[in-house]
């Protein structure tokens, strides 16, 4: 896990080619709370309707969410759904030239009826699929090749999502993993759940799911499927199809990876609530994609994907999981985040979910040295500044520094442990510099509070804040109660009295 996180630190955003089944989702959502009178189905009192990119579209939006360029080629119909396929995925910045209208068949849709009983939890009730499984013809077929080739040259990995809607024929598939071998770029496939996978041969990777795998290979589920059993299936998968890599996805027990001349690992995932499966396997090649763009192993690309799906079964619906997301989730099961105190590249993960969030950062910093009720009103009134409050805490050794000896009272640990039952606070960190520069070059707040009786143009920092445009608020001193004044109260009450 050490390494993974080490490699996503030097995570770059990379170019994928999207090929597939593409969808459209439509739900409608309402109310199911009584029953038809004139048959025993219930009634879904429709309120909203939705629209959103799905199947191969959603592994695109996954990507887009793990910071790709993604370019889509695929087959739409001359209708309405297409148009607004077409109209959504621009908006989330997808190249669609190669997204082709079929005069012969209608785009892929998948309505969904969502039902909401007694204000509890959204519940799919039903689905209607239009669609058309007929394969696209050749004159599309060689249409889809000649502008993948077009493009092939600027993008780092290729992903092949396939629902088995017609698009990804036996003639297309080979001559995109062709392509791709002469310029050694990966194919990753998400294999449709069909008893040939030929059309997959020499693809760098596949994906199926366990009952996909056995479906494909012809060997059926024991009563207990073990690993000897799914280490069987890939081997199988691995050797017919001369592949790089198998992944069969597990659900709760992670994934077991079957890599050429390796032994199978099981690489197990954090056990989940599971509000909705819809879209992992997407979440999962779009994820493991990624990581192989970025030359993660094949042991380290699968966990990472691991994480990515198990945060998506989380959600209801299709939601593409950010980066700053699944790094955080990574980084929690390496260190099982506890308390409020980070190291900064702890901080800077953390802090990239929030801002994923929308949430405004708030950042102060000092010594908290002899912590009083002084410092109790400030931290509370910077809090109220925005949605995350981070605390800078100066090190024992820059305290002795600038306040001379003696100093600190209270040692590092200690101040930190006092300091992390403040509810206003977030986040706690520990910066050994004489001034809070670098402290801002690397959080990068919204707002920087500073408490004080001067102007914010007096602050050291000011030049820096104003160049960076971070908002600068100044709280009001409140004489008295600084941790100067409170030591020199202590050490008067202990002097002994005049006689």
Not at 357 to 380: E, P
Not at 443 to 463: A, L, N, R, S, T
């Amino acid at each position: 896990m050490s390494s993974l996180l080490s490699n996503l630190a030097s995570y770059k955003p990379f170019t994928a080619i999207v090929v597939g089944d593409f969808m459209l989702d439509q739900n409608i959502y309402g109310a199911a709370e009584r029953l038809s009178p004139d048959a025993p189905v219930p009634i879904l009192h429709a309120s909203r309707f939705e629209d959103r990119p799905g199947g191969a579209a959603n592994v695109a939006l996954c990507l887009i969410a793990l910071k790709a360029n993604v370019k889509c080629f695929g087959v739409v119909g001359d209708d309405r759904e297409g148009q607004i396929l077409k109209e959504q995925l621009t908006s989330e910045k997808c190249d669609i030239k190669g997204l082709l209208e079929d005069t012969s068949r209608p785009t892929t849709v998948k309505r969904n009826m969502i039902g909401l009983a007694q204000h509890r939890h959204p519940q799919k009730m039903f689905r209607l699929d239009m669609e058309s499984t007929e394969p696209i013809s050749d004159e599309l077929t060689k249409e889809l090749l000649a502008r993948i080739e077009t493009q092939i040259d600027s993008v780092d990995v290729v992903c092949l999502e396939d629902y088995d809607k017609g698009v990804c024929t036996e003639s297309l598939c080979q001559g995109i993993i062709k392509l791709c071998r002469a310029k050694n770029i990966p194919v990753l496939v998400d294999p449709a759940s069909i008893v040939d996978y030929t059309k997959y041969h020499n693809a760098t990777a596949i994906t199926p799911n366990r009952s996909e795998a056995e479906k494909a290979t012809g060997v059926g589920t024991p009563l207990e499927a073990s690993k000897i059993h799914n280490a069987g299936l890939a081997k199988k998968l691995i050797n017919d199809l001369d592949l790089d890599a198998v992944v069969v996805t597990l659900d709760k027990h992670g994934a077991l990876l079957e890599e050429r001349g390796q032994e199978p690992i099981l690489v197990p995932t954090t056990e989940r609530s599971v509000y909705d499966v819809t879209g992992a396997g997407d979440m999962v090649l779009a994820s493991l994609a990624a990581a192989i763009a970025n030359n993660l192993t094949w042991f380290d690309a699968v966990t990472f994907a691991n994480a990515a799906a198990g945060l998506a079964v989380e959600v209801f619906g299709v939601q593409p999981i950010p980066f700053a997301q699944v790094q955080r989730e990574i980084l929690n099961q390496s260190k099982k985040l506890i308390g409020k105190v980070r190291s900064m590249d702890e901080l800077l993960i953390e802090l990239a979910v929030h801002r994923q969030a929308g949430h405004k950062i708030v950042l102060t910093n000092g010594c908290f040295d002899v912590i009083h009720i002084g410092h109790l009103q400030y931290l509370k009134e910077a809090g109220q500044c925005g949605d995350v409050l981070v605390v800078g805490v100066n090190s024992d050794q820059q305290i002795s520094k600038l306040k001379g000896e003696g100093r600190p009272v209270f040692t590092e640990p200690e101040r930190l442990e006092i300091l992390s039952e403040f509810e206003s606070i977030d986040y706690l960190t520990v910066f050994d510099e004489p001034t809070a520069h670098d402290l801002i070059r690397q959080i990068k707040p919204d707002i920087y509070v500073k408490g004080g009786d001067y102007k914010p143009q007096e602050i050291v920092e000011f030049e820096l804040l104003e160049k960076q445009k971070i908002t600068v608020r100044v709280l009001a001193h409140r004489p008295g109660m600084g941790s100067t004044e409170v030591i020199e109260r202590f050490v008067s009450a202990a002097r002994p009295a005049e006689s």
